[in-house]
């Protein structure tokens, strides 16, 4: 049996000339009429039922780009197809292309695919689906879909792609990644999630080398004897991480590490001060996402987004509010300390507590905590002129 790869194939393509039969509950037709979706001996579509969770959760995933998994075709002809595996995924698609159902946006509300923002709509058509094309008799097919759901235990995406490229390539760098007793595991573990046992390890390798291109990367080298740009490759990103990080956190395990190294290893860095600063951030109570504090202090401790700094919390704002307004209202001032001592009209507005935002005082970044006595109320522009600085 033979089997194709296909990275190319968008939304737009799959759906186009979608129909779906309210009176027998199928996606029909796609790919211009060249695919069928649902052929007569499949079952029917029930992403709709349970309240539509499951068709919405398959739109919802596009949109934010996480994989909704492989997708497999039966190559029937030259230019005939059929679904053999993902009819519910795509007959959702197809539906929500042909505002059959809405999903819920960020405020709740429910939104057609017709009135989404044409930036959004373009998103979801331009996506690209991972479509495998098997081409081969009945029985080879049923082989096929055997092996690939073991014990119905799914293979997951890397499972399937050594079951795709099998060759000496693919059986070099199990031994290598695979391999549960290679001793590198536990330093690996650091810095990689997952497990030996279920690719985790090989595909993060194969991820960083390729910069995210896996199935291409495999399939040119499918008939490779050695696996040295690959182990190369990750032992480098390792190495370089481990340099760079003294001491090694729990929260840099899974992290794109092979994109980090890319991005900031020309640059250089003395491991006792990055170990120094990364503590210090690792103390800090007001960082609520630790997992960023690798970048930030890769970036040179500029990018404070990356950190989720801890705001001041409501109760604070009104008492800073209500006193500062008091001292304000005494002199005839604003109770924006900016507005208070500019020239315009607003050097004796009094704004309300909507109208204005906590501010730092001492900058968190150099040390500023997120306290009662670090905060000052500022009105809205003066308090945004203030952040980009
Ligand atoms: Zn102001």
Not at 66 to 86: R, T
Not at 238 to 259: C, K, N, Q
Not at 260 to 282: C, D, F, G, I, M
Request: with cysteine; proline share 2%; glycine share 8%.
């Amino acid at each position: 049996m033979n089997t194709t790869l296909k990275t190319n194939i968008t939304v737009k393509e799959i759906c186009d000339g979608f129909v779906y039969n309210e009176l027998e509950g199928k996606g029909l037709f796609g790919l211009s009429g060249k695919l069928t979706i649902q052929p007569e001996y499949q079952r029917n579509y029930i992403y709709a039922s349970d309240g539509g969770k499951r068709e919405m959760a398959v739109i919802e995933s596009v949109l934010k780009e996480y994989p909704i998994g492989l997708i497999y075709f039966n190559k029937v002809s030259s230019d005939k197809f059929e679904v053999l595996d993902g009819q519910q995924r795509i007959t959702s698609l197809g539906r929500f292309i042909t505002d059959k159902f809405a999903i819920k946006d960020e405020n709740g509300m429910e939104q057609y695919f017709g009135g989404m923002a044409k930036d959004k709509q373009k998103k979801l058509l331009e996506t690209k689906l991972l479509i495998y094309e098997c081409e081969g008799t009945e029985s080879q097919i049923k082989e096929w879909f055997k092996t690939i759901n073991i014990a119905g235990v799914p293979l997951n995406n890397q499972e399937l792609l050594n079951a795709v490229y099998s060759g000496p390539f693919v059986t070099k760098a199990k031994e290598e990644f695979s391999n549960s007793q290679n001793a590198n595991i536990q330093k690996w573990s650091a810095y990689v999630s997952g497990s030996a046992n279920r690719q985790e390890f090989l595909e993060c390798a194969l991820d960083w080398v390729s910069k995210g291109n896996i199935g291409d990367y495999m399939s040119k080298r499918r008939k490779d004897k050695n696996i040295d740009e690959l182990k190369k490759y990750f032992n480098t990103v390792i190495d370089w991480v481990s340099s760079v990080f003294a001491d090694v956190e729990s929260e840099m395990r899974g992290l794109e590490w092979g994109r980090l190294y890319e991005e900031y290893h020309q640059k250089t860095y003395n491991p006792v001060k990055v170990s120094a600063e990364a503590r210090k951030l690792y103390g800090d109570p007001y960082i609520k996402n630790r997992k960023g504090i690798f970048e930030y202090v890769l970036g040179g401790s500029t990018d404070t987004k990356l950190l989720e700094v801890r705001v001041f919390e409501e109760v604070i704002k009104r008492v800073v509010y209500t006193k500062q307004t008091a001292k304000a209202e005494k002199k005839s001032e604003s109770n924006c300390p900016l507005c208070a001592v500019g020239h315009d009209a607003n050097r004796e507005k009094i704004w309300s507590l909507g109208e204005m935002d906590a501010d730092h005082v001492a900058a968190w970044s150099k040390g500023g905590k997120t306290t009662i006595k670090n905060c000052e109320m500022l009105c809205k522009t003066h308090n945004r002129a203030k952040g980009n600085r």
